[in-house]
């Protein structure tokens, strides 16, 4: 498999990216409106003066998952200070996701604003430790469930602490990491994720995290009785997505994927229009905007949605990544 | 900001309060006098005010008479246990007996809406066998309905009121899934189920109308624990802002501030309409038909009071049951202190349950009971600390303060039918000059059994779950049943399976008082599904020209 | 039994927040301006009657405004505002209190010679102690069962007065008015940042600076 892949990057362009390359918005609008295969059509042509790299590395999108990792880290942030300040932070390991989701985040700008083609050992510390912050989450969640009475009954699932949540910080720690690992590049070689082929590998992620999400957001919704029909559209739209860019990672040709950028496009908006909805569905909580300090708890999470968007982000990169290193 | 709701009614000129506004308005047909309409409603709770509309629905005409003012809770409810007394039942009755039941806030309600302004939301359905346990356990009476019929209607007001409950029920038969998801716990009801795992039984979060989530025009509960006190947000799914607004919009006419008196009865025994009282001054309103649905104590007290020379014990009485048979639940509790800060006053008071001892027969007394947490707010606190510990002073000042500590379970119990225990009328008169109601109640030793069962049961759950310096509020009793019980035979009962009576068919007793036992749960979902049975049973007779 | 605080809690400080609607607004301004001159009891009676609330409920000496159970009392009677119920044996609410409070000064001249009013706390507490255990007869009490007029209504009176104020709220930590404004933390141990911080021994300068912003 290496060799195969040796030779179809032997068989493309040296490319090169330029540092003040395309920003991440544009990068994110690009994608959305162009169903070709987008970074190819911008890339410098074959011929075109090289400077300063030699070799591949993809830096739009090591940003675009850098992006993603900053992104979801702000709902984490968001969420859980929100969420553990309804706790009270009655015990001080509440503070770790705050802490190392604002870690991420920094390491998040800073990769996404620097273009040199190695990983460095601090984001990579600041990733590593929010995987870890994540996975010790969940095990801090899945320990309070046990311990109330029901134990792991619909009731907890509701209203404990939610098991789905600190799984987001791993997911950014992992996306960064993906973005570190891209970037980090080897000339001749595809990038890594974790030992796998990077693109494939999160094309993969970005499945499993659409789906996660959506099952927490199918749990909260519930819990809600979608009493607004539009609580149906996060549930049953980012499958579609999740299923499309599950496709790619298990089938990782090279070929351009309109379908799933589509739906990831679809799946980014809804993150942004979910905090809209949110917004809206606390203002009709009793009292509403006046009544914030307990609204902003109780009512529906504003900070939750952009995990989508997020995610969003890393499959686009996943996507462009296997436009250039299809796996066929 | 709005007119004084005791004032004058705000049901008229052709329109009535909307619930959901603050000085809001929903247009309503109104009736004269002198109009015949299909069907003259006394009362608006929870038979009442679901009969109207299923009533109007069908296309009848119909209008339902409350003495007491239309709120809008918005605008007129307080976060406070002494301003809302507005909502009870206070005009004078006399209470006597061997256990003379305390009225007011605990049973009686005189708004629109009825008590169910003030309940607690507790949404229970019976028992299958409750509804022939003479013939299957052997105690009270058989109701003239089956359970699988009432299955069907439980299923649909459940739906009406959007029942907040569990996603699995672990008593009786299978029911569909409750329309929203159970609330959370709050600290009192996670002491109801601790003490419930460490005993072995099962417990759930309680099925309560109202919304964890919007609905329409409804707030979901912010858990402000005035539940009992009324809705200050609208999130309780009582008859004032479900079916009374669906009434109207169907083009019933709800009249407030309107006491009705006296059933106007003819010389063919037909009732012909109900004279009430309104705007400083007595009126008749003509009526085909007359539904009755005052609540175990003002629908006998109304049938008593509508006695004529054919009828001199009071219409509807051929069989000499008006009154009789009242039943209480027994509502006893245990109480004690935590090492953790409860504050029980957050959120609904019963926001878990345990019916383990409703479906459990391995007892030495007939009947059955729930327990669920509760969370008195401090009036309330104060006086069952008072009655049941007799501290006052210092002692009462300083136990007070542990308000923030208390924890306590309180049972729902099935009280037995027993004639002895009745509604009658006193010599007193109230404020219409009326003769008021006097109610006469002692527990049956089969009662006190059950009340010392459940006591020993609760104090051993709550030992359990580490809650120290018990004490047992020995006397309380809640909601009412029976004084106008169904039945299928017309000498040992007043009305029939379809809320009819037997002596004078074109009027119907349709709320709590026609239970012929009053079973181990709350009974307004009870209440609810048989008017809603009733509504249907009348569409039924009506087309077949029965009516 | 210790007293439990919560230093500078006052339930009134909310009163501006969302936890207070209009209704209860209204509802409390209404009840802070309870008359304190009598209205339904003569004077002589109305002093009976707070002696005997300032033994039911005995308030802090160095309350500056304590709460005026009395007054109380005689409003709710003034207002002719009923419970909705009457235990058959006990005479109407204000004509019941009447006979308890003329027959509670008999009993102290009685046994002490002097009005209820002036006896010490010890001397009215033993008339009283005597009176929940039915333990005084005599036709001054005209047939009224002791024990259930100083259960349901004496005590049942003066803890519906005194209970129903901010003041006594605030003494026991309770949250007060909840409207629109409910409650988000509803574990143990949980307070949201309107309730009350209790000052358990240590926590006495933390507590008050969290009462200081139960807003």
């Known amino acids: ?328 | ?547 | 039994m210790t007293e439990r605080s919560f230093p500078g809690y006052d339930v009134l400080d909310k009163r501006d927040t969302p936890s207070w609607n209009d209704a209860t607004r209204d509802a409390i301004d209404e009840r802070l301006k309870v008359p304190r001159e009598p209205r339904f009891f003569s004077s002589d009676e109305f002093a009976t009657l707070e002696a005997v609330c300032g033994r039911i409920l005995p308030q802090p000496a160095d309350r500056a405004d304590p709460v005026p159970i009395a007054a109380y009392v005689d409003a709710k009677i003034f207002s002719g505002q009923l419970d909705g119920y009457r235990f058959d044996k006990l005479p109407p609410q204000g004509e019941a209190w009447r006979i308890g409070l003329a027959a509670l000064d008999h009993e102290a001249r009685d046994r002490h010679g002097a009005r209820f009013r002036d006896l010490g706390r010890a001397d009215r507490d033993g008339i009283l102690r005597d009176m929940q255990q039915g333990r005084l007869e005599g036709d001054h009490w005209k047939g009224m069962p002791l024990k259930l007029f100083f259960t349901k209504r004496v005590v049942h009176d003066v803890t519906d007065a005194y209970y129903g104020h901010p003041t006594a709220w605030s003494e026991i930590g309770f949250g007060g008015p909840a409207s629109p404004r409910g409650y988000v933390r509803m574990d143990k141990n949980r307070r949201d940042p309107w309730e009350a911080a209790e000052g358990k021994p240590g926590e006495e300068e933390r507590a008050l600076k969290e009462n200081r912003h139960v807003v």
């Not at chain 1, 802490?99 to 991420?104: A, G, P, Q, R, Y």
């Not at chain 1, 602490?161 to 993906?178: D, E, N, R």
């Not at chain 2, 109640?441 to 709550?462: P, T």
């Not at chain 2, 039945?487 to 009027?507: E, Q």
Request: aromatic letters at 8%; charged letters at 20%.
């Open chain 2, 1 to 547: 900001m709005s007119s004084d709701p005791f004032e004058r009614p705000r049901a008229a000129d052709g329109r009535a309060p909307d619930v959901f506004k603050m000085g809001g308005w929903i247009p309503m047909r109104q009736n004269r006098d002198g109009d015949e309409v299909d069907f003259a409603i006394v009362g608006t709770g929870a038979g009442g005010g679901t009969l109207a509309a299923r009533l109007a629905e069908k296309g009848f005409s119909v209008v339902a008479f409350d003495a007491g003012p239309y709120f809008r809770p918005l605008e007129d409810f307080a976060s406070d246990e002494t301003a809302q007394e507005k909502l009870y039942w206070n005009d004078p009755r006399v209470v006597e007996g061997a256990d003379p039941i305390v009225m007011g806030g605990k049973n009686s309600g005189k708004t629109v809406g009825g008590s169910m302004v003030h309940f607690a939301m507790v949404s229970l359905r019976f028992r299958p066998e409750w509804f022939k346990s003479r013939s299957t356990l052997g105690y009270g009476a058989d109701w003239p309905i089956g359970w699988e019929e009432m299955w069907r209607y439980y299923d649909q007001v459940e739906k009406d009121l959007s029942i907040s409950g569990p996603i699995n029920y672990p008593w009786g038969p299978p029911r569909p899934r409750y329309p929203y998801r159970p609330h959370p716990l709050n600290a009192a009801a996670e002491v109801l189920a601790r003490g419930c795992e460490a005993m072995g039984m099962k417990w759930t979060p309680t099925p309560l109308a109202t919304v964890s989530a919007p609905r329409g025009e409804a707030h979901p509960c912010v858990y402000r624990g005035f539940c009992r006190f009324g809705c200050s947000t609208n999130a309780k799914q009582s008859t004032l802002n479900t079916y009374i607004p669906r009434a109207i919009r169907a083009g019933a006419e709800i009249r407030d501030l309107a006491m009705v008196g006296r059933i106007e009865t003819d010389a063919r025994d037909r009732a012909t309409g109900v004279h009430y009282h309104r705007d400083g001054r007595w009126r008749f309103q003509k009526a085909r038909n007359v539904i009755v649905a005052g609540y175990a104590v003002e629908s006998p007290r109304l049938l008593l009071n509508s006695a004529t020379d054919r009828h001199r014990h009071g219409l509807a009485n051929g069989s000499g049951l008006v009154g009789k048979y009242l039943m209480t639940q027994p509502n006893q509790a245990v109480y004690g202190k935590s090492k953790d800060e409860i504050r029980w006053n957050k959120g609904p008071p019963s926001l878990a349950i345990t019916e383990h001892w409703n479906y459990d027969d391995r007892k030495d007394f007939d009947g059955g009971y729930c327990w669920m947490g509760q969370g008195p707010l401090p009036i309330e606190w104060a006086k069952t600390v008072t009655a049941s510990r007799g501290i006052w002073g210092d002692e009462l000042r300083l136990a007070m303060q542990d308000y923030n500590y208390q924890v306590g379970v309180k049972m729902v119990g099935e009280c037995m039918p027993s004639e002895a225990n009745t509604v009658t009328l006193a010599d007193q008169k109230d404020r219409y000059g009326l003769p008021v109601a006097k109610v006469t109640f002692g527990w049956s030793d089969n009662d006190k059994a059950l009340i010392r069962h459940a006591l020993d049961q609760m104090e051993m759950s709550l030992e359990a779950a580490g809650v120290t310096d018990l004490f047992r509020q020995e006397e309380d009793a809640n909601h009412l049943g029976g004084t106008v019980r169904m039945g299928d035979d017309r000498r040992t009962s007043v009305v029939d399976a379809d809320c009819r009576s037997w002596d004078v068919p074109n009027l119907f007793v349709c709320d709590g008082s026609v239970f012929p036992t009053v079973g181990g749960v709350n009974p307004s979902l009870t209440i609810q599904a048989i008017a809603l049975r009733t509504a249907d049973r009348i569409e039924q007779l009506a087309a077949r020209g029965d009516i």
């Open chain 1, 1 to 328: 498999m290496r060799s195969m892949v040796e030779k179809r990057l032997g068989a493309t362009h040296p490319r090169m990216t330029i540092m003040s390359g395309p920003t991440r918005e544009a990068d994110f609008a690009d994608l959305v409106d162009d169903p070709a295969p987008a970074h190819v059509a911008r890339e410098p042509r074959p011929g075109a003066p090289l400077r300063g790299y030699s070799h591949s590395v993809e830096i739009g999108q090591v940003r675009m998952v850098h992006g993603a990792a900053a992104m979801l880290a702000m709902s984490v942030l968001a969420d859980s200070g929100i969420e553990h300040s309804r706790g009270q932070y009655h015990n001080p390991a509440m503070f770790t996701p705050l802490v190392s989701s604002t870690l991420s985040i920094l390491a998040s700008l800073d990769g996404a604003a620097r273009s040199e083609t190695s990983a460095h050992p601090l984001r990579l510390a600041s990733y590593g430790i929010a995987m870890v912050v994540g996975l010790v989450g969940t095990a801090f969640h899945v320990h309070n469930i046990t311990k109330k009475p029901g134990g792991f009954s619909w009731e907890n699932l509701f209203y404990q602490a939610p098991i789905g949540a600190p799984a987001a910080l791993s997911l950014s720690g992992l996306l960064g990491l993906a973005a570190e690992g891209i970037r980090d590049e080897k000339p001749g070689e595809s990038p890594k994720l974790l030992g796998l082929p990077a693109a494939p590998a999160l094309a993969g992620l970005t499945a499993l995290g659409l789906l996660g999400t959506t099952a927490e957001v199918s749990l909260l919704h519930f819990r809600g009785n979608f009493q607004n029909p539009l609580m149906y559209l996060p549930v049953a739209l980012p499958p579609i997505a999740a299923a499309l860019t599950a496709e790619a990672a298990l089938r990782p040709h090279k070929r351009p994927r309109p379908q799933a950028k589509l739906w990831l496009g679809i799946t980014a908006a809804l993150g942004v229009a979910g905090v809209a909805a949110h917004a809206y569905g606390t203002h009709r909580y009793s009292g509403g905007w006046k009544n914030w300090r307990q609204n902003l708890v109780d009512g529906p999470p504003i900070p939750a949605p952009p995990a989508f968007s997020g995610l969003a982000l890393a499959g686009f990169a996943a996507l462009a990544l296997l436009e250039r290193h299809g796996d066929d």
